[in-house]
């Protein structure tokens, strides 16, 4: 896997501030309680929110005649896309790790915008 070098004035995500993405991150749980982390998928990490942000996340979804689960999706999605907006190199490097891995691009994922952009 690659790490992306991403310089302290910003990029990749700007528009959530690192202190908000900081306690998202601090509020990560693996499955269930005391269960290591080595034999816990991927998906079932979930990161737990506070009663108003889960209570403004219901209302939202319930005013679209939707559900939570879809909507904060939806939102995930739409935060990856103006994330590559703001830092292209981000959506090279998740297209490489797809071919690494020998998995086909989401339908949302952009394709890469320039071949100068690519390795």
Known sequence: MTTIYQPGEGSAGAAVASGVRKDLLSRKK?????????????????????????????????????????ETNVAAIRGFLAMFAEAPEMLVHVHNELKVAKLPAPEWLPALPHKDLQP
């Not at 290591?36 to 506070?50: A, Y």
């Open 30 to 70: 693996v499955g269930k309680h005391g269960l290591p982390f080595h034999i816990v998928r991927d998906d079932q990490i979930k990161t737990r929110w506070t009663e108003s942000e889960a209570v403004a996340i219901k209302i939202t979804a319930d005013a679209m005649a939707s559900n939570p689960a879809v």
